[in-house]
């Protein structure tokens, strides 16, 4: 779709348009290949190096879509500095004009609108973190040859931010918990942390840990790229929650062992998609000698409200922006060996009804520029086979992120109630370090 700023040509110019790419590089092998975009990218750093200088560190660092989308030169007009952006910024454009020669068609299939105007679309088309446009390999795999093919290579002078390393460990999901590692990015999950605090009672320092790691599936169905259609996915994953207590015994060490399942029931428009999830697991506790089993079943139905402050609610980009949501919960806890945990000494196993209830508010900034964000989650579980394991939990946090793509991020925290599974009391402040992947 092509905007007022960026007019298809009349001049047909289609090979020149994707003359900088090269096609080998398309995967997979079959009919429906593409061509990475940090593939792509690396092939037009390859022809229009970008030379690293201090501008391009520092807390205030414009990222590199940026200064390649606003860099408009000619020739004569252009500075040293400035020659390879302007280059690469001419590549794109014509690419984002065309659309389609050489082999190529350049797509926009992301779930919310294309960006408006040439800064936008080239900025997205450099930025890896925007899964939006997709180069798709229109034309057949050349046959094997026997020569070896070099790829393009980058130099250490070349800004080597935008390759993003499709390595076996890339593919691990890292969050607070298992249900944030199921959102696709990672600027958008709840992010693993180590909290800081001191004692209501004795004053003395606490260290709290509150992490999950999610492997890559093992199983999946559906069209996971198709937010209107059905899907599903089984990915094993570890948890782990820890209060160390300096001056005695740990409150809390529990670590999860499990699999989780994820169906998500849509129809032709995605905000309609119901989000059910299936977890077995088996979580121990090594400092009591306890251990249990455990089985949950969640459904997300599609309540969640996305709130801008304007009238457009798929609106990609926003001052102040909001949302809220609901889960509702079912489980069921078996006591292998309660230990010398006092809380589950009465209790030999339990099922219980309940939900979880979200809210969030974070500041949208410009990419590169510091950003903040606040969170409150209410969960609560009602025993209804003995009344003994009834709980509930409230979490506050307010985050800060060095940018809005930031991996890092710090902040203050508040936890009160129990623990859902253990039953041990919670009250307490935390300074928090959080890390997110």
């Known amino acids: ?53 201090v501008t391009f560190m520092g807390p205030q660092s414009v990222p590199l879509g940026e200064r390649i989308a606003t860099t408009i030169c000619d020739g004569a007009s252009c500075q040293p500095a400035e020659a390879s952006l302007a280059q690469l910024r001419n590549a794109a454009s014509r690419m984002l004009s065309v659309r389609e020669g050489r082999g190529f068609k350049l797509e926009w299939k992301a ?3 294309e960006p408006e105007g040439d800064i936008a679309r080239i900025a997205a088309f450099y930025d890896p973190n925007n899964a939006g446009y997709v180069l798709t390999c229109t034309t057949p795999p050349p046959p094997p040859v026997v020569a070896e093919v070099t790829p393009p290579t980058v130099t250490e ?47 003395s320092a606490i260290v709290n840990i509150r992490a999950a790691i999610a492997a890559p599936d093992i199983a999946q169905w559906g069209d996971e790229a198709d937010a ?10 570890v948890a782990y929650e820890r209060v160390t207590h300096w001056n005695r015994y740990s409150e809390v060490n529990n670590l999860d062992f499990g699999i989780r399942s994820r169906f998500r029931f849509a129809d032709d428009e995605a905000e309609h998609a119901y989000i ?41 980009y926003c001052v102040w ?57 209410y969960s609560a579980r009602e025993d209804v086979t003995s009344n003994r394991a009834s709980a509930d939990r409230l979490g506050a946090r307010a985050m800060y992120y060095p940018t809005d793509t930031s991996h890092f991020a710090f902040g203050l925290e508040y936890d009160r109630g129990k623990d859902l599974t253990s039953l041990v009391e919670l009250d307490r402040w935390m300074i928090t370090w959080g890390y997110r992947q």
């Open 157 to 203: 002078k070349t800004l080597p931010a935008i390759q993003e390393k499709r390595s076996f460990l890339s593919r691990f999901r890292i969050a607070s918990n298992v249900s944030q590692t199921e959102k696709e990015k990672y600027s958008q999950r709840d992010p693993a942390r180590i909290s800081y605090y001191k004692s209501a009672s004795d004053k």
């Open 228 to 237: 209107t259609k059905t899907s599903g996915n089984i990915r094993p994953f």
């Open 276 to 316: 059910g999830n299936l977890t077995a697991a088996w979580q121990s506790d090594d400092e009591f000698q306890s251990s249990l089993t455990r089985f949950e079943a969640s459904l997300k139905p599609p309540v969640q409200y996305w709130l801008y402050g304007d009238s457009d609610p798929k609106r990609e």
């Open 111 to 113: 779930n919310w609108p």
């Open 1 to 53: 779709m092509a905007s007022s700023e960026m007019p298809v040509r009349t001049v047909n110019f289609t090979d020149a348009a994707f003359v900088e790419l090269e096609a080998k590089a398309c995967e997979p092998s079959g009919d429906e290949r593409v061509l990475p975009r940090d593939l792509a990218i690396a092939q037009l750093l390859s022809r229009y190096p970008v030379t690293l200088d």
């Open 321 to 377: 922006c909001q949302n809220a949501n609901m889960t509702i919960v079912a489980d069921y806890v078996g006591i292998d060996d309660p230990g010398d945990k006092v809380t589950l000494n009465n209790v030999k196993q339990y099922g219980r009804l309940g939900y979880d209830i979200e809210w969030g508010v974070r500041l949208k900034r410009p990419a590169g520029l510091p950003t903040f964000g606040m969170n409150m989650q």
